[in-house]
C-alpha cells in the first residue's frame, strides 16, 4: 500500500485541491500509541478492503502536530488518535478512531 506522508499545510491544501477529483484518505497515526499501531495494522492488512481510486495519506502525529490541528480545523472534526478521515469535494464524508478504524467500515464513492 503507497502511503504519501503529510509534511507541509502547502500539502494539504493540495490535497484538499485533489479531493474534487478523487477521495483522499488521511490516516492520523501515534507512534507512541498501541491502538494506533493496531489501526494502523488492521488498514495495511485490509487494504484489498480499501476504497479503489483513493490516495492515502499518512500524518505522523508526532512529528507533525501542527498539521493535525490544521485537518482538525479544515474539516471540523473533533480530534483523536489514530484517527482517519475520509475527503471528498473538500469536505470530511466520513470519520472514524481508536477501534472503530476498520478498512470495510470506510465507504467507497460512486
Not at 1 to 16: F, G, N
Not at 44 to 65: C, H, M, Q, S, W
Not at 78 to 107: G, K, M, T, W
Request: glycine residues 2%.
Amino acid at each position: 500500500m503507497a502511503w504519501i506522508p503529510l509534511e507541509s499545510a502547502e500539502q494539504l491544501a493540495d490535497l484538499v485541491t485533489l479531493s474534487h477529483q478523487k477521495p483522499i484518505l488521511f490516516f492520523k497515526h501515534s507512534t507512541r500509541c498501541s491502538i494506533s499501531t493496531a489501526a494502523w495494522g488492521r488498514m495495511e492488512r485490509g487494504e484489498a478492503k480499501l476504497p479503489p481510486n483513493t490516495t492515502f495519506v499518512y500524518l505522523d502525529l508526532i512529528r507533525f502536530r501542527v498539521l493535525s490541528n490544521a485537518l482538525t480545523q479544515t474539516f471540523n472534526v473533533a480530534h483523536e488518535s489514530p484517527q482517519v478521515l475520509l475527503v471528498h469535494q473538500a469536505r470530511c464524508i466520513y470519520h472514524a478512531n481508536h477501534f472503530d478504524i476498520r478498512p470495510e467500515y470506510i465507504p467507497v464513492l460512486a
